[in-house]
């Protein structure tokens, strides 16, 4: 027993361990997970678990798949897909049919797997894994469209593509004589109608309790958890696999309904998501033998390069003729679809059966799954920035500041962070706050920042940090405690002077975000420096002109608000207490003008090289 639960401990600390070193290095987290599942499975022998956890090994890798969807479930609102709602469907289907047709096709021709095993191949292979999407998705900062067809598609065609090859595995025996026609159809029936109501019925009804108070908030995540696994369960019995439907179905209900706390429910499941993940991929991949793996062939390449380069695109292609779509979004759409822990746990469960009822491509199958997750999650993974960045389908390089009160001063930084080529938009509620940053030509936000309207319509990807300056600190440090799980904490920030206010003023530490100005400043005192006077500099620095100069040819009143490192990132100051700018970078300082008596009138001083970023 000792030995099973550091065996488990290993695998979470190998996960966690992954998806660090991967968000480091700036790699897809499913390539270093995949290495480790197979350094600690196949090349070791450490860990086996079919030997190690028995029979409840297929269960459990059932139950997480279950919470993975679910959880994926609660990302998708259709207020995020009204342009892009007819080409997912599109996608999906017809484009998820002429993938399980394709690919059966080149499991038999070009694989040389028998028609029942080529069939229940194909139907797998249509899902293309929300675990290995979302990650990418992250890191490569797409564009909101095609972002979010690929974002729907994952999940919606994980239980979809599990069902067809329920649907196909159900035929087959039908075609064995092991079963009626007739008695196929009704499974079938009752197992989509039961997925649809129960799965939209549970989730209204957990709305309704949530939102009238009926949970309290503490017990909410474990509630959903706990729905989740019974649905998942009672749906399997009347037709396995179907429960992956059923539980989306109800994520998705969720996501659309009007609850309040949904937002801290479905961070707390991020955070278990991951786990998951990161468990799973490493718990499939250390199930592999060498058998397994020695039984792929110059058959399974030719397959998988099928399957990829021409099956899956021009699937797409055909399905999205006549679609909004410009062909470069139908070429990443068409390219972008990584295979998952769905797919390798789908096949797992359909490849034994198969074995079982005599049919001996059983094996290969899981064999031709893994080298197609692997080959996806390789070539995909590293080719989706760069593509994207090719076809002009990304946002942005690197992130710039969203930009929250207008006002005198927050014009005045914007329109120089616009001359820096940093990305920049001013959000406000107020119209008559925003009409110097309008006639500025400085792209505004017109409405409530906390509202669900700019959630959807704000696209969050291009904004690296966040600023909030409004005259109201507790306002600031309610949009900065709630941009911080999205932005990330470090890149939050706020204006304001906490320094000579009471305990019984001031807010708590956990709020808010980083006072932007030590000693702070209000937003009041800034628009009055602005009129005195006060300019925004932005200074590089070079071999001749260094840090110490910067900071010895400034008034002791300047205050450097952050630099521009050279690839674009940007570098607050208030963050980097500990750091300084270096050679080539782009200060960007808030200073006071400059007296005459001040300027240096002998040939011999250094100049002060007040620049835009060039």
Known sequence: MELIAMKIAAIGAAGIAAQWLAWRLQLPAIVLLLAAGFAMGPATGLIDPVRDFGEIYKPAVGLAVAIILFEGGLTLNFREIRETSQTVRRVIFPGGLFVWIGAALAAHYAGGLSWPAAIILGAVLVVTGPTVIMPLLRSAKLKSRPGAILRWEAIINDPIGALYAVVAFEVFLVWQGATSAAQIAVDIAVAFAFAIIAGYGLGRALAWAFGRGHVPDYLKAPVLFATVIALFALSNLLLEESGLLTVTIMGITLANSRIASLTEVRRFKETVTILLVSGLFILLTAALDWPTIRS?????????????????????????????????????????????????????????????????????????????????????????????????????????????????????????????????????????????????????????????????????????????????????????????????????FQIGDHSQRTERQTLSFTLGGKQLFSPGLEIHELDRRVRQGWTFQSTRLTDEFTHDDFVGTRSVDTRVILWRKPGGRLVFAAAAADQKPQKNDVILSFAPPRPKKDVPAASTAKPVPDLPDA
């Open 296 to 492: 792929l062939d110059w058959g399974a390449a030719a397959f998988v390069a099928l399957l990829l380069f021409v099956v899956r695109p021009l699937a797409v292609f055909i399905a999205t003729i006549g679609s909004p779509l410009s062909w470069q979004e139908r070429l990443l759409v068409g390219w972008i679809a990584p295979r998952g822990i769905v797919a390798v746990a789908v096949i797992g469960l359909f490849g034994t059966s198969l074995v079982n009822l005599g049919i001996e491509d059983g094996t290969k199958m899981i064999a031709f799954t893994f080298a197609v997750v692997v080959a996806s999650i390789i070539l995909h993974g590293f080719s989706l920035g760069p593509l994207a960045r090719r076809l002009g389908l990304r946002s942005t390089e690197e992130p710039g500041l969203l930009i929250v009160g207008g006002s005198r001063w927050t014009t005045a930084l914007a329109g120089k962070l616009h001359e820096m080529d940093v990305p920049v938009r001013i959000s406000d509620p107020n119209w008559n706050h925003l009409s110097e940053a309008r006639f500025a030509s400085i792209p505004v936000h017109y409405g409530e920042i906390l509202s669900e309207h700019a959630h959807h319509h704000l696209d969050l990807n291009r904004y690296g940090a966040l600023l909030a300056a409004t005259d109201n600190d507790a306002y600031n440090a309610l949009v900065c405690t709630d941009f911080g799980p999205d932005i990330g904490r470090t890149n939050i």
